[in-house]
């Protein structure tokens, strides 16, 4: 089945640092990517999304100069989350879709702790 | 807007019990409904999918049908496993958006 690759799966850092994080759908190619957000024994909270060679959509309320989200090509998409702080500090989560009608695949997510 | 809502957990149960985790939906459009997995420290699995009224969504001994008269779309498993243990979220696409939007999750802890 379809295949979405996250990297790294945790990371730590010092507040203050950008955090980048990677999406690769490994056997089929990622029209559309979406970012979440997971708060502990929380729903994932969709940040934006991503469609291949434009800018991203944000929804309201997500910075755009904090995460930065890039999806040059139809494998891959990163999100930078610039000046870490603590409060920044939370699950990401990542997925793909080929065409309109096809279901997302996820990520297996990154657990991103800022000290 | 869209919203889905879904039982409070955790659910506990006991090996080989029945499972039932309700979802309701409410949807401007005509949306495509999803049963999605989390294991611990993971990322979301798809468990299975009914795109239209009255479709069953099946997988690994899960079913879900799709219910427009209730906008419901019950999981449910005759015999649960350990290895069931996870947290299920129940979504929902409307029609003409790319967008899914998401249940608060359940937590199902099963133990042998």
């Known amino acids: 089945g379809a295949v979405v690759s996250q990297h790294p799966s945790w990371v730590i850092c010092k507040s203050g640092t950008s955090v980048k994080i990677e999406c690769r759908s490994l056997d089929f190619q990622a029209t559309t990517m979406f970012w979440y957000r997971q708060f502990p024994k929380q729903s994932l909270m969709l940040m934006a999304t991503s469609n291949e060679g434009s800018k991203a959509t944000y929804e309201q309320g997500v910075e755009k100069d904090k995460f930065l989200i890039n999806h040059a090509s139809l494998t891959l998409s990163t999100l930078t989350v610039t000046s870490a702080h603590p409060e920044d500090s939370s699950f990401y989560i990542c997925?793909?879709?080929?065409?309109?009608?096809?279901?997302?695949?996820f990520g297996d997510g990154t657990r991103l702790s800022i000290l | 807007g869209d919203s889905v809502t879904q039982m409070e957990g955790p659910v506990t149960l006991s090996e080989e019990a029945f499972l039932t985790i309700n979802c309701t939906y409410t949807?401007?459009?005509?949306?495509?409904l999803f049963w999605y997995v989390q294991y611990p420290g993971e990322g979301l699995q798809l468990l299975l999918k009914a795109t239209k009224a009255d479709d069953k969504g099946s997988n690994k001994g899960f079913e879900a049908t799709y219910r427009k008269e209730t906008t419901s779309f019950h999981l449910e498993k005759g015999s649960v496993q350990v290895s069931d243990s996870a947290v299920y979220f129940c979504a929902l696409r409307d029609s003409g958006y790319s967008t899914l939007t998401f249940g608060k999750g359940t937590m199902l802890l099963v133990s042998p």
């Open positions: 997925s793909a879709r080929g065409q309109e009608n096809q279901p997302q695949h």
């Open positions: 949807a401007t459009g005509y949306p495509s």
